[in-house]
């Protein structure tokens, strides 16, 4: 998050800020909290996957309608590479919850910035801060200790473990198509 000057905002403009502040945070929230429906629900992992995506697409599609007729060939067929690389993620990730924790399943699928990284380094030619490796090392060493730190660990803990970082590549996958597709329409 990109750090913001407060003391020069009006009070209507930091009021604007904070309220967006605020929704960010009850967003992840409301996210990090999925999770634990889905470990919860008695539907099998892959069709709550399929419900999760199904009752967004109501609520979604009218604001696109009427500007998916315009969309060339080329986007269309990136965009259904993205939309794969979403399910993929959202059905390891669902699975996952059934065979870790949650907490372990969330931890290894907000992994995503180690697969980000250096593909767009590679593939985008984008830069990054030398500070990322200190972050980097801290991250490691924290996935380390949070993941040894299980009192039965079973062949399912680490087969939902590989999973939920699985999810973590095909999301950063997704998020890099996505914004190569962003960029294509809006620059």
């Known amino acids: ?8 905002l009006s009070s209507t403009a930091l009021k604007n800020y904070n309220k967006k502040l605020f929704l960010a945070v009850i967003a992840i929230c409301f996210l990090a909290t999925g999770g634990i429906f889905v470990k919860l629900s008695n539907l099998p992992p892959i069709n709550t ?12 599609y009218p604001l696109v309608k009427n500007e ?5 060939l080329k986007t ?6 993205a939309g794969i690389f979403l399910a993929l993620d959202l059905i390891l990730w669902n699975i996952s919850f059934h065979l870790t924790t949650v907490a372990n399943a969330n ?3 907000n992994l995503v910035p ?7 380094y590679f593939v985008f030619k984008e830069r990054f801060k030398k500070k990322f490796f200190l972050g980097a090392a801290i991250c490691i060493i924290g996935v380390i200790l949070l993941s040894s730190g299980k009192i039965k ?10 999973l939920a970082f699985l ?4 999301y950063a996958l997704f998020l890099l198509v996505v914004y190569k597709v962003r960029v294509w329409i809006f620059w």
């Open 1 to 8: 998050m990109r750090k913001v000057d407060t003391t020069r």
């Open 49 to 60: 996957a399929l419900y999760r995506v199904l009752f967004s697409i109501p609520i979604l």
């Open 68 to 72: 998916l007729p315009a969309i060339e």
């Open 76 to 81: 269309k067929m990136v965009l259904l590479l």
């Open 107 to 109: 931890l290894y699928a």
């Open 114 to 120: 180690f697969t980000i990284i250096p593909i767009a």
């Open 153 to 162: 660990p079973t062949f399912d803990n680490y087969q939902g473990d590989i």
């Open 167 to 170: 999810t973590s590549i095909f």
